[in-house]
């Protein structure tokens, strides 16, 4: 069965830090391109961070730019994100996502289409 499933999340206060993990079955994370995306309350979908299996190179939204960390470790097919600094604003779903092809970090680039999704965890930042 192919899947992936976040871990990691839940209350932290701010200025906090969270590493959340995507773990896949069912099929290799070492040739696919990975992307962590959120999707706060009464807010659209966004794009976090992607990393290719290529180069390795990742991207991150300027929000989260200089206090979150994409990386991930093949021989555990899974990939994380170390979110530190955290802020209220980081309150929302977090999903991971998998492609064979590309991650995109805006919806103009498609990250819908992306093939596997995670179902998501919540991470919240509140005092």
């Known amino acids: 069965q192919v899947q992936l499933v976040e871990s990691g999340g839940g209350l932290v206060q701010p200025g906090g830090s969270l590493n959340l993990s995507c773990a896949a079955s069912?099929?290799?994370?070492?040739?696919?391109?990975i992307g962590w995306f959120r999707q706060a309350p009464g807010k659209e979908r966004e794009g976090v961070s992607c990393?290719?299996?290529?180069?390795?190179?990742?991207v991150y939204a300027e929000s989260v730019k200089g206090r979150f960390t994409i990386s991930r470790d093949n021989a555990k097919n899974t990939v994380y994100l170390q979110m530190n600094s955290l802020k209220p604003d980081d309150t929302a779903v977090y999903y991971c996502?998998?492609?064979?092809?590309?991650?995109?970090?805006?919806?103009?680039?498609?990250?819908?289409?992306?093939?596997?999704w995670g179902e998501g965890i919540l991470v919240t930042v509140s005092s």
């Open positions: 996502a998998a492609d064979p092809d590309y991650c995109a970090l805006t919806r103009a680039g498609n990250f819908d289409g992306m093939h596997y």
């Open positions: 990393v290719g299996y290529t180069r390795y190179l990742p």
């Open positions: 069912g099929f290799s994370l070492d040739s696919h391109h």
